[in-house]
Each structure stands twice: as C-alpha cells, then as structure tokens.
C-alpha cells in the first residue's frame, strides 16, 4: 500500500511542475534534446529519493539541485562537448508583451553568457531565489552569485543594446534604398 501513495505522491508532483523542470533545465543548456535527458535524470534520482525529498522543506529546491548536479554531469562528459545549433531550439511561446524579435533577441543572449553565469540568472530571475538560496544550490558564496549576476546582466544588457542599435541601422539603411 506505500507503494500506491508514493508513486501517487511522486506522480501529483511530476505532473504539476515537469514543464517548469524542463525550461529550467533548458535555460541552462540551451539544447531541449540535452534538457530532456537532464530532466529525465532528476526525476529518476527523485524517485528513489521521493520519501526523503517529499518529507524536505522544499521538494523544489531538492528537485533544482538535483537538476544542477545533472546539468554540471552532462557538461563534464566528453561528447557533450558540441554545440547546440540555431535548428535545435525549442518552440515556446512567447511571453505577453514581448515580440518575437525580442524573445529571440533574450535567448540568443542568453545562451552567449557562460554556463556559470546562465545557472545564476536562472535561479535568481527565472527561479526568484534570493543570493543565499542560489549560493547554497550552487555550492558557492553569496559574493560569487553576486559577482556572476552582475556580470551576467551587464553582458545581457550590452547585447540586447548592441542588437538594438543594429536593428535600428539597418532600419535606416533600409528606409533610405
């Protein structure tokens, strides 16, 4: 009979937040093909894990560590090496009040930033954790989560700006022909 209620437990929860595992997931890989197989990985680890994690304060901060852990495990293995092309995106809606020019602008910057930098905006600006909660995930100080946030943005805002600018120029040069 435990069985039926931690598989019922474990199953309640996959279903309401999977898609959030995956974008999360996806926000630090970039490819939805490795984002899947991080996410497969976590939820295998959750299951053994689901008496324990059920029991923590937050099965969500077990579930997003567990998801870092993978996502640093698929990176360190040789033929994970590759990069994600331009064909592998994932479709996703975008979010109200952006244009699709600027959704795709966010995410090309997005993927430009190092993989530090993506898990520390993703976990303080997708997730919301404060710099205590994404150091403690991350295993490193609050300083370093700082540090990295704000070079993250300011690299963020630079090529956001830098698109802009180029967009606008080419505006011009066009309306000028």
């Given at each position: 009979?435990?069985?039926?209620t931690?598989?019922?437990?474990?199953t309640a929860?996959v279903?309401?937040?999977?898609?959030?595992?995956?974008?999360?997931?996806?926000?630090?890989?970039?490819?939805?093909?490795?984002?899947e197989?991080?996410v497969q990985?976590?939820l295998?680890?959750?299951?053994?894990?689901?008496?324990r994690?059920?029991?923590?304060?937050?099965?969500?901060?077990?579930?997003?560590?567990?998801?870092?852990?993978?996502?640093?495990?698929?990176?360190?293995?040789p033929w994970r090496?590759e990069?994600?092309?331009?064909?592998d995106?994932?479709?996703?809606?975008?979010?109200?009040g952006?244009?699709?020019?600027?959704?795709?602008?966010?995410?090309?910057?997005?993927?430009?930033?190092?993989?530090?930098?993506?898990?520390?905006?993703v976990?303080?600006h997708y997730?919301?954790?404060?710099v205590?909660?994404?150091?403690a995930?991350?295993?490193?100080?609050?300083?370093?989560?700082?540090?990295?946030?704000?070079?993250?943005?300011d690299?963020l805002?630079?090529?956001?700006?830098?698109?802009?600018?180029?967009?606008?120029?080419?505006t011009?040069r066009?309306?000028?022909?």
């Open positions: 009979m435990g069985g039926a931690r598989d019922d437990g474990f929860y279903s309401g937040r999977r898609a959030h595992l995956f974008r999360t997931a996806y926000l630090l890989c970039g490819d939805p093909h490795r984002a197989d991080i990985t976590a295998a680890k959750l299951y053994v894990a689901w008496p994690a059920s029991r923590a304060d937050s099965v969500d901060a077990y579930v997003r560590r567990v998801i870092i852990n993978s996502h640093l495990d698929e990176t360190r293995r090496r990069s994600p092309t331009e064909d995106r994932l479709d996703r809606a975008a979010p109200a952006v244009t699709p020019e600027d959704s795709d602008a966010l995410w090309t910057a997005l993927r430009q930033l190092g993989p530090k930098q993506r898990r520390v905006v976990l303080r997730w919301g954790l404060s205590e909660e994404t150091a995930d991350l295993g490193v100080s609050p300083g370093t989560v700082k540090s990295q946030t704000s070079a993250a943005l690299r805002r630079s090529t956001l700006l830098d698109d802009r600018v180029d967009a606008g120029r080419d011009i066009g309306g000028r022909r």
